[in-house]
């Protein structure tokens, strides 16, 4: 199984400022297989991020994703209120599996 | 417009077998609709996918819970359904139903269907 780590597992911040989370896999994984799920209290998870830096549709220009081979980071340039939630990265090359998720706390 | 829905029991008792059934619309188990996921959360946990099924019935499952887990699907009524064996308390969480594109690409996800392990 290709492991994904996400830290930090909380990042503390007020809106304005620049978010910037990590996601290391336990294998090299492609850039085209990695993806950022944001999720909210009670909802289902909505993709962000796809092929590592490609926004998702409707997603604003603040989020961008980068990386390649086991290091991946999601950047959100300056919080908006509704930009608190949980992130998770996920890896679909090899099977499926799922970071264990970044909150982002004001 | 993809939309998936979940529906099962809310409620099983230990070493029951849950079966859980996603409806979807918007798009068909066809190769260019590629096929369907099951994605489960336990309450204030991480998210833990489960099985996959494409359109042409190649399955793929998670190692750890293979040997409980099987996952079918019924092109003609847009069904997929997932069964899981031997259930329990450690597996109470929410069973989300995804969508995947040909690059298996989850795009879309099903509200989440909350099931609970007790006697």
């Known amino acids: 199984d290709i492991v994904l780590t996400q830290s930090p597992g909380t990042l503390s911040l007020s809106p304005g400022e620049r978010a910037t989370l990590s996601c290391r896999a336990s294998?090299?994984?492609?850039?085209?297989?990695l993806a950022w799920y944001q999720q909210k209290p009670g909802q289902a998870p909505r993709l962000v991020i796809h092929g590592a830096s490609v926004r998702a549709t409707g997603i604003p220009d603040r989020f961008s994703g980068s990386g390649s081979g086991t290091d991946f980071a999601l950047t959100i340039s300056s919080l908006e209120p509704e930009d608190f939630a949980v992130y998770y990265c996920?890896?679909?090359?090899?099977?499926?599996?799922f970071g264990q998720g970044t909150k982002v706390e004001i | 417009q993809i939309t998936l829905k979940e529906s099962g029991p809310t409620l099983v008792k230990p070493t029951q077998t849950l079966t859980l059934t996603c409806t979807f619309s918007g798009f068909s188990l066809t190769p260019s609709g590629m096929g369907v996921g099951w994605i489960r959360q336990p309450p204030r946990k991480a998210l833990e996918w489960l099985a996959l099924i494409y359109w042409d019935d190649d399955t793929r499952y998670s190692p750890s819970l293979k040997t409980r887990l099987t996952i079918t699907k019924d092109t003609f009524k847009n069904q997929v359904v997932l069964t899981m064996t031997n259930m329990d308390p450690v597996d109470t969480g929410t069973y989300f139903c995804?969508?995947?594109?040909?690059?298996?690409?989850?795009?879309?996800w099903g509200q989440g269907t909350l099931v609970t392990v007790s006697s």
């Open positions: 995804t969508h995947f594109t040909p690059g298996a690409l989850v795009d879309s």
């Open positions: 294998q090299s994984v492609s850039a085209s297989y």
């Open positions: 996920h890896q679909y090359l090899s099977l499926w599996t």
